[in-house]
């Protein structure tokens, strides 16, 4: 049972080992996307989808709640950390950083966002089309602190790690009415989202960005908020949300395929973490994990954000022993579970 565990652990290891032999092809991480990405962002902006407060980031050394979605660092932060470069992505709202931080790993990802503008809109967050917005703002500073010559350089050698989508489903399509009016079919809606999807990639494509991970929906129906109101379903994961990401990836997946063909020099990968996920939440023992039903905050079953209460006397005390930390986001410990496969199946290429 514990085999697979130490096969990851050991992995890790190798991990390190490359960083620190790592030549600096990667300038920066640059990264877009939602909550699963998000370092902070959204403690600067009027929205209630927060998580600047205890007990998220109480494995921080001085359990500092940087507004990250967990109980410590994130994927795109192990994977900074692998490339060699910061072993947390600054949030480029933070005025505590400044241009000569982001030069080596920035984040504009916001919790809640979506492709979908109107994904944005429930919570009142960044919505991409901003994110690309403060990427371009960014560009600019960069100019104006390296040189036109250093920045392109910057720009165009960096890893874009982009992360996004899950809200579109679970936070609009399937809780607000509006675009499933529009919309009769969740597949026309995916069919929406990937044409929203594709202009976001050709975007930033002319703004200079060529080595980019885009990465789909995790196995959405497993995520425990969602098992504990599958009640019919004794709690268990719900195929049909898990379907339906497999649809979407597949899609995500023929895009990837196209632009790479449309878009010369483009290096863009589909890397989804979806088979790693579902085989963590299937077998969470083997990968170390004592449960993977619910969150380690609170009840586990509803909490994220606000109701992620640091007086609950049912938050578990090691929360890296869960896959979960909240009701919808992923562990420190699965992070960088992710983090390593990605690497190691999809962009270890980059290194
Ligand atoms: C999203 O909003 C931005 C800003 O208002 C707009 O430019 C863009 O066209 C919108 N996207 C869609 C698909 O409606």
Redesign the pocket.
């Known amino acids: 049972m514990m085999k697979m565990y130490i096969l990851w652990l050991f992995f890790i290891q190798i991990l390190l080992h490359v960083s620190i032999s790592n030549s600096g092809k990667v300038p920066a991480i640059i990264v877009f996307g939602d909550s699963s990405v998000d370092s902070g962002n959204n403690n600067f902006i009027p929205t209630l989808a927060r998580s600047n407060f205890p007990p998220y980031g109480k494995d921080f050394p001085n359990g500092d709640a940087t507004g990250i979605f967990s109980n410590g660092r994130i994927a795109t932060d192990f994977i900074s950390e692998a490339f060699g470069l910061k072993p947390i992505v600054p949030a480029y709202l933070d005025p505590t950083y400044d241009i000569s931080d982001f030069a080596t790993g920035v984040c504009f990802a916001s919790a809640g966002t979506g492709f979908?503008?109107a994904t944005a809109n429930v919570a009142d967050v960044i919505?991409l089309?901003?994110e690309v917005e403060f990427y371009k703002d960014y560009q600019k500073k960069l100019k104006a602190s390296f040189g036109d010559e250093k920045a392109k350089e910057i720009i165009r050698e960096s890893l874009y790690l982009v992360s996004i989508g899950t809200n579109d489903f679970l936070e609009n399509y399937y809780t607000q009415l509006e675009r499933r009016m529009e919309y009769k079919t969740v597949q026309e809606y995916e069919d929406f989202l990937i044409v929203?999807a594709e202009?976001f990639l050709r975007e930033i494509y002319d703004l200079g960005a060529r080595k980019i991970s885009l990465t789909g929906l995790p196995p959405m129906g497993c995520l425990p908020l969602e098992r504990a109101i599958n009640i019919m379903g004794l709690h268990s994961c719900v195929d049909y949300y898990n379907d339906v990401a497999l649809e979407f990836n597949a899609k995500l997946g023929c895009l990837v395929s196209k632009l790479n063909k449309d878009l010369h020099g483009f290096q863009l990968v589909d890397a989804n973490a979806y088979d790693l996920i579902l085989q963590i939440v299937a077998q969470p023992s083997q990968f170390g994990f004592e449960d993977a039903r619910v969150g380690c905050c609170g009840t586990g079953r509803f909490e994220m954000g606000f109701f992620c209460d640091p007086k609950s006397p049912f938050t578990c005390k090691d929360a890296n022993k869960y896959v979960f930390w909240d009701a919808f986001h992923p562990s420190e410990r699965t992070s960088q579970l992710v983090a390593s496969y990605l690497i190691q199946k999809h962009i270890g290429k980059f290194l």
């Open positions: 979908d503008n919505p089309w901003k929203l202009n």
